[in-house]
């Protein structure tokens, strides 16, 4: 999985369907590895930074990140306040509803994961797994 700042998604969808990856007429060779309709491609506006772009090795050859969810429940929980005769349903007529979902992450193994290190002259010398 691709996971990139909305800035780049268009160049990320252009590399991944792209015969050719440059002017030189050399076969690209990261043609289709995030899925034959990007939908491994995952562009989101908390990546402030045009350098911040992630791989992911989503196999399942290493496990990640593992989540925990409290009392094993994974679905939220939706409560009511359903006594017609107490609080804002019987003064103002209006239901009133909470939701609870807790769960923690934790990385595992970070080798599943890929960061380029940008260097001050804008290339990239190094790579960083976190």
Known sequence: ???VPIQ???MARTLNISQIADLD???NRW???FGPNCERIFAHPIF???LSWYLFDISGDVDIIEVGFLQGKR???FVQADNPLAGSMFTQDRVVYKMRHEYECAILDHRGAYKPIPSIEGGVFGVNYF
């Open 25 to 27: 007429g050399q076969p």
């Open 1 to 3: 999985m691709l996971a």
């Open 48 to 50: 402030t930074d045009q």
């Open 75 to 77: 679905e939220p929980e």
């Open 8 to 10: 780049l998604e268009e």
């Open 31 to 33: 043609l289709g590895r």
